[in-house]
């Protein structure tokens, strides 16, 4: 990718400085700078590897504990820094009780009938926007968690989260 990149700047007449390598000109012929920018360029996407090695252990040491490894907080809880587990969003969580309410009472509804009555009710997403079938079936989809388990990846712990159902 790079190369092609380099080329098409040689082709328009532009060349890359660098802070690292202030000698450094793409339109140098020296197998030295070749070399070292090669070897700069291994050494970056090694630490970005490791870094990335790093952060998926720590998530996956977290998530074994139960505890919520990164993202946004699912629908009926939020993320509060510096605290070690989500907790519930009162407004959130009794929609997603009113959701699973509707499901035991009129099993036979589809989602958009669900999604419908909750609007009529004045339910709104996190954004505030009506709800949709697809945020209903996210919401459904995700009973487990919102009983008490954690899952993240292959893992599955009881979670660190309070339950809503």
Known sequence: MKVLVHREFKKHGVDVRSIEQPTYSIHKKDPNDFLINGLMELLDQYQRLEIALK??????????????????????????????????????????????????????????????????????????????????KRILDRRDFYSGTYRYGDIEAEGLHQAIL
């Not at 510096?82 to 589809?110: M, Y």
């Not at 999604?115 to 945020?135: C, D, H, R, Y």
């Open 55 to 136: 952060l998926g252990r720590g998530r996956s040491k977290k998530a074994q504990q139960g505890g919520y490894a990164g993202g946004r907080a699912t629908f009926g809880y939020k993320a509060n820094k510096g605290q070690k587990c989500i907790q519930v969003d009162e407004k959130q969580a009794k929609t997603v009780r009113r959701v699973f309410q509707l499901k035991e009472q009129h099993p036979s509804w589809t989602l958009t009938q669900i999604a419908e009555s909750l609007n009529e009710e004045g339910f709104t997403t996190q954004q505030g926007s009506m709800f949709t079938k697809v945020q209903v």
